[in-house]
């Protein structure tokens, strides 16, 4: 399992937290998503092979969040 840190912008509420958890949450290979609301910050620990991270950063942003960097 890996590990990816993402930064993301245009969550404001617990509802975005939530939001993102299940966007992520559903990709196979996802197995933990943490997001502090407060930082942006988004841990995901993934199989890379089954979740790369540009599926996660996809899923973000297609959520309607940015995942910034």
Known sequence: ???LT??????TCMGCVNSVKKLVGALPG???VQVD???GR???THDA???????I???IDGGGY???G
């Not at 993402?6 to 969550?11: H, I, T, Y």
């Not at 092979?49 to 599926?55: I, S, V």
Request: aromatic fraction near 0%; charge should be negative; glycine fraction near 4%.
């Open 1 to 3: 399992m890996n590990t």
């Open 6 to 11: 993402l930064n993301v912008s245009g969550m």
């Open 30 to 32: 996802v197995s933990e």
């Open 37 to 39: 609301l407060a930082s």
């Open 42 to 44: 988004v841990d995901v």
């Open 49 to 55: 092979t089954l979740a790369p991270p540009e599926a």
């Open 57 to 59: 950063r996809a899923a």
């Open 66 to 68: 940015q995942v910034l």
